[in-house]
């Protein structure tokens, strides 16, 4: 493609991702890879159990679970025919599926409560900015099978823990409620729906769509007007049961016990309606609600509306990408095991002959080996080296071939050494040290 001026001219790739959906590339598979171990660790010190749902579902799992007036259902889902005419959805949050599969495997038969986790992607067709995303990935817990204070405590100090261990800890506030059981909350809705009579014209359009389905959403909108009338709406906690509050007052305790920091927040709702009880969120502490990285509460309700047991549960999740984002923000760096330790070069057919054998011994010693690429002359293969960063080349030409030997190179200090090609490996393996090396052979580890 030419242009008449000299402008740079940017071709446009024929195919694009769709808006809001992104590739992980290899550099953010390190912060994945990373925080998939922790969040692995954390769950197994706690004896939760991964589990995955597909990725999508009979559409009604949502429909009933989430509810049909929140925003994930009436505007966020994905949702689709398949040949046969049935609707399926994408799933747009973990815990409608997780309940849908403790239901049909009879999980209850199992010892209680039930402790899952999962690493997913999640779909919901929201408006793409910074930290939201039209794909994202979520990890979450979910404790299914009791009800006891203690357990929201006990996930919201998990929460906490994934969080430190990820160096983002401390740029959130938790932010924690209590929205009452269903039947507590329908007085109140009703309450809130009568305080706001005469007030529609102050409404922004959306508050007043909600107003008669989800009143509840009033309280947490952020557009100036509705601030205001939500600071002065009748306040939830004065029509809650006493069981809640005193299952409130618990989680405080148990919180306070555990030396973690909170905000009681009494305009928090969450925009699920399967919740009851406790309502907590991670709020970032320059943005608030926007872009908070994850949230959770208490939905004993919901396996008993999907069809099973009357069940209580707790759970949480979070938002990978905004994890990652703050943890770039924080300047964080995370371990990375993909960087190679050796590169081979070779000249001749030959010597790329005897390179094969020894790259595969090299990797068996566990030393991460990548070369015998190509036809470049060695200074090109030594310039590729230089850009995979690695510390040493092994270099084989004609002349090693006929000799039995090989040269390893140092890359940072540019000092080589010859010597015999069978003792190579060893050299190696000594100038890399034991503890570096990659020794991980998953293959070793089965058994039947
Ligand atoms: P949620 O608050 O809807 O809760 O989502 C949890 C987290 O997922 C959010 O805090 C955010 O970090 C991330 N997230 C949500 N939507 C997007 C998006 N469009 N782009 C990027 N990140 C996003 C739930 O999903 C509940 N299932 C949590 C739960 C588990 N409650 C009980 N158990």
Redesign the pocket.
Known sequence: MTQDNDEAIVQVPPFQTPK?VHDILPADHEFHTYIKKVVRHRARQAGFRRISTPVFEFTEVFKRSIGDTSD?VSK?MYTFQDRKGRSLTLK?????G?VRSYIQNNMNQLPQPMLLYYFEP?F?Y?R?QK????Q???F???VIGESDAALDAQIIQLANKVHSDLGVNHLFDLQINTIGTSEARKQYMQVLQDYYVGKERSLCDNCRERLKTNPLRLLDCKEDDCKILAQLAPVMKDYLDKESLDFHEELKGYLDELGIKYIENLKLV???D??SKTVF??WDKNDGAQ?????????DGLIELMGGQPTP???????????IANMKREKIRVPSKDDLHVFVAQLGNEAKRKCLPLIDKLREAGIKTMGALGKGSINIQLRIANKFKVPYTVLIGITEVREGTAIIRDMSKGIQETLRMDDVVERLVELLGEDDLDRYSPGELLYS
């Open positions: 809001g994930i966020e747009p949050e973990g815990t409608a997780v999640h919901r929201d793409p930290g939201r995303y039209r994202f990935w979520q979450g817990f979910e969450r925009g699920l399967y919740y969120e991670f872009n908070s990285i994850g949230g959770g509460g208490r939905y549960a707790v759970g949480y999740a979070a938002g990978v990408e905004r994890i």
